[in-house]
């Protein structure tokens, strides 16, 4: 499922329109099963569809 109100107050994106960011490379995602799986989010709770592609106000790169 999706925490819609969530990704409201972050703003939360399903592509990343900010070059170079995205979830794939935030230190808040938290990988699916594969590179291009949904994953989920330290910051999104309870959400399951978190893409790799995507970007939201919360991100912080990897190091
Ligand atoms: Fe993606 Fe935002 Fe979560 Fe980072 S904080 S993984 S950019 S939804």
Not at 9 to 22: D, I, L, M, R
Not at 46 to 51: A, F, L, R, T, V
Request: charge should be positive; aromatic fraction near 8%; charged fraction near 15%.
């Amino acid at each position: 499922g999706t925490n819609a109100s969530m990704r409201k107050a972050f703003n939360y994106q399903e592509v990343s329109k900010t070059a170079g960011k995205n979830c794939a490379n935030c230190a808040q995602f938290i990988p699916g099963a594969s590179a291009s799986a949904a994953g989920a989010c330290k910051v999104i709770p309870g959400d399951s569809e978190i893409q790799p592609t995507g970007y939201c106000d919360a991100y912080i790169v990897k190091k």
